[in-house]
Nanobody, 126 residues
């Protein structure tokens, strides 16, 4: 069982930045997993934000965040990051990280991920 813990969320003004972190608890090593970030706003379905393969060599970003968000990982620290710049009010949501047993993958579909964190709230004020 992989347990994921997100951190770094909070309240920020439009145009500001936040960096989310996703760490594995216990003895889990994330280096073998493809990782993704998703978000869910109130009343909306969970949507894909970003994904990265186990090596970090392949990434994928949703069109809505391209040019503003960056996904990266540090396998030595067992952590995946989502750097969010130029935040907009429409980025307000609970952000979740997810892990896929397919380390080569950088999937956009939520059902392809095997493990999920509890989420961290990001609120962007106008």
């Amino acid at each position: 069982q992989v347990q994921l813990v997100e951190s770094g969320g909070g309240l920020v003004q439009a145009g500001g930045s936040l960096r989310l972190s996703c760490a594995a608890s216990g003895r889990t090593f994330l280096s073998g997993y493809g990782m993704g970030w998703f978000r869910q706003a109130p009343g909306k379905e969970r949507e894909f934000v970003a994904a990265i393969s186990w090596s970090g060599g392949s990434t994928n970003l949703a069109d809505s965040v391209k040019g503003r968000f960056t996904i990266s990982r540090d396998n030595a620290k067992n952590t995946v990051y989502l750097q969010m710049n130029s935040l907009k009010p429409e980025d307000t949501a609970v952000y979740y990280c997810a892990a896929s047993r397919d380390g080569r993958a950088y999937y956009t579909e939520a059902f392809r991920y095997d493990f999920w964190g509890q989420g961290t709230q990001v609120t962007v004020s106008s």
